[in-house]
């Protein structure tokens, strides 16, 4: 079993639509991240968190720290969401607190 | 917001040379640096941690002297993929962190083709 799993693994919504992507850690973390990869392959941060709740534009970011649980929430979605979001845990190991990393979302936002 | 650069972006490069990939933090200062590999459609694999100063810490199954990773400064880190094989070809990415967050900021990956 992974440490850091998500759901769902693809996900298409029509423009407009909320969103939700749902991610589950099974370890002791120091904070989550959620981040996002676009088809070129290049990562972008979009948060990180270690309680409660960040808003950024359309995008939320919860925690709940008992439940060992995060989602990402989009807010009337459009086709540039598209995307790989990947929630990742800062692990404490030694002096590295290494990422550890779901396996991904694959958004789908037609319009 | 802090940028980590990447170079080259992509590179093709023939079977058996060598090829380096540099990671550097433009704004701030780097402590540590991470290099990831991403196969198709996978989650990042975590190859190797460098501190700046010391040695790189390899992931089990890196070969290290495969993956040279060099961490000379705080503002630079260098990957070498050495005697590159056609199964070396992947996407590599590096992320840099400063020793006062959690806060990891990524590189826009180098794709890395051996013919």
């Known amino acids: 079993k992974n440490e850091v799993e998500q759901s769902p693994q693809n996900l298409t919504a029509q423009e407009g639509e909320f969103i939700t992507i749902n991610c589950s850690y099974s370890v002791g973390i120091s904070a989550l991240h959620w981040l996002q990869q676009h088809p070129g392959g290049g990562i972008v941060s979009l948060f990180m968190l270690s309680s409660g709740k960040k808003k950024h534009g359309r995008l939320i970011a919860t925690i709940n720290i008992q439940e060992k649980h995060s989602s990402l929430h989009i807010t009337a979605s459009h086709p540039r969401d598209s995307a790989v979001y990947i929630c990742?845990?800062?692990?404490?190991?030694?002096?590295?607190?290494?990422?550890?990393f779901g396996s991904g979302t694959q958004l789908t936002v037609l319009p | 917001g802090a940028v980590v650069s990447q170079h080259p972006s992509w590179v093709i490069c023939k079977s058996g040379t060598s090829v380096k990939i540099e990671c550097r933090s433009l704004d701030f200062q780097a402590t540590t640096m991470f290099w990831y590999r991403q196969f198709p459609k996978q989650s990042l694999m975590l190859m190797a941690t460098?501190?700046?100063?010391?040695?790189?810490?390899?992931e089990q199954g890196v070969e290290k002297d495969k993956f040279l990773i060099n961490h000379a400064s705080l503002t630079l880190s260098t990957l070498t993929v050495t005697s590159a094989h056609p199964e070396d070809s992947s996407f590599y990415i590096c992320?840099?962190?400063?020793?006062?967050?959690?806060?990891?900021?990524f590189g826009p990956g180098t794709r890395l083709t051996v013919t």
């Open positions: 990742a845990a800062t692990v404490p190991s030694g002096s590295a607190r290494q990422l550890t």
């Open positions: 460098s501190n700046e100063g010391s040695k790189a810490t390899y």
């Open positions: 992320s840099a962190r400063t020793s006062r967050t959690y806060e990891q900021y």
